[in-house]
């Protein structure tokens, strides 16, 4: 079984409409991340939790907000989705410099 | 924003042939890491370089790490079609405490058999 998994894999949506995405780990990692990937940009960090009680914004946090309801899960909404946030999403967690991703999410908002 | 460019952004080479894949930034990072991502999946980590000037090998792979530790570049020797793939450079900056990675802009190499 995948360490990091991803839920749902792929999303079409409409403007306007709440979106969540989940992420889960079974590597016992405290650090999790959300990263957006858009062509030709790479990836940028929208949030990022050390643990349960600690939420960090990154580089691209407009727009997006996340809950960590364990160690082991770490959500990402789109309180009101918009088409400039179509783009591949991933999860990661980490234990010391390594990151390790999920597979991916891949949202369309139209 | 710390910037990381990669050059070039697009590779297409025979199978045999030779490449050398750059990532550039004007800020200097503890440490550099090199990963793979294949389509449908997410990314791989391949190589941590964290000494300026150090230089690490991966079987037909070889990473350089800038002796200003600004930038970094990836040699394929003999390219094979399972080196097709994007290649992403990602710089630790470990002065906030955050150790986050900023990610480049991506390579993507595609090898011709």
């Known amino acids: 079984d995948a360490d990091v998994t991803q839920t749902p894999r792929n999303r079409i949506t409409k403007t306007g409409k709440r979106i969540m995405l989940e992420c889960s780990q079974t590597k016992g990692h405290d650090r999790m991340y959300w990263y957006r990937q858009d062509p030709g940009l790479g990836l940028q960090l929208i949030y990022y939790s050390f643990d349960v009680k600690d939420i960090n914004k990154g580089e691209i946090s407009d727009g997006y907000s996340v809950s960590r309801q364990a160690q082991a899960k770490f959500s990402l909404s789109l309180e009101s989705a918009i088409p400039n946030q179509t783009a591949l999403y991933f999860c990661a967690t980490s234990e010391g410099y390594e990151q390790f991703f999920g597979p991916g999410t891949r949202l369309t908002v139209l | 924003t710390q910037l990381l460019e990669q050059s070039p952004q697009f590779l297409s080479i025979q199978e045999g042939e030779n490449l050398t894949v750059y990532c550039n930034s004007s800020?200097?990072?503890?440490?550099l890491q090199w990963y793979r991502q294949e389509p449908g999946e997410g990314p791989v980590l391949l190589v941590t370089?964290?000494?300026?000037?150090e230089v690490k090998k991966l079987k037909r792979l070889t990473f350089q790490f800038g002796d200003a530790r600004k930038d970094s570049s990836l040699h394929i020797t003999a390219a094979q079609p399972g080196d097709t793939g994007l290649y992403l450079c990602a710089g630790l900056d470990d002065q906030t405490g955050a150790n986050n990675l900023f990610f480049g802009t991506g390579t993507r190499l595609t090898v011709i058999p």
């Open positions: 370089v964290v000494t300026g000037g």
């Open positions: 800020s200097v990072f503890s440490s």
